[in-house]
């Protein structure tokens, strides 16, 4: 499976974006869908995971009741909604699709995408 994320970008606080992971192959709905972030200087952390059926999302708590994860495997894609964007917020997001595993634990997740940054601004 290849990933590309896109969707980024320079936003002010309270802001909204739509990220987007477009897969290639055949099996995209064999795979949990996560998105994870890493912001300068820190390391990569979870942010939200869909399982293959689309039920079940995982959240962190940074995101929860802000961000929207979501799937459609007919189009092969997922996509992560972010509202009330913070500064905090700030970093590239990169999505990974796993076949096993548990969904918040990085190492299980076999793909990533390139990823994509998404600034905001106070």
């Known amino acids: 499976v290849q990933l590309q994320a896109s969707g980024g970008g320079l936003v002010q606080a309270g802001g909204s974006l739509r990220l987007s992971c477009a897969a290639s192959?055949?099996?995209?709905?064999?795979?949990?869908i996560g998105w994870f972030r890493q912001a300068p200087g820190k390391e990569r952390e979870f942010v939200a995971a869909?399982?293959?059926?689309?039920?079940?999302?995982y959240y962190a708590d940074s995101v929860k009741g802000r961000f929207t994860i979501s799937r459609d495997n007919a189009k092969n894609t997922g996509y992560l909604q972010m509202n009330s964007l913070k500064p905090e917020d700030t970093a590239v997001y990169y999505c990974?699709?796993?076949?096993?595993?548990?969904?918040?634990?990085?190492?299980?997740?076999?793909?990533w995408g390139q990823g994509t940054q998404v600034t905001v601004s106070s």
């Open positions: 192959g055949h099996t995209f709905s064999s795979y949990t």
């Open positions: 869909i399982m293959r059926n689309g039920g079940s999302p």
């Open positions: 990974a699709a796993a076949k096993l595993g548990r969904p918040r634990t990085e190492r299980f997740y076999d793909y």
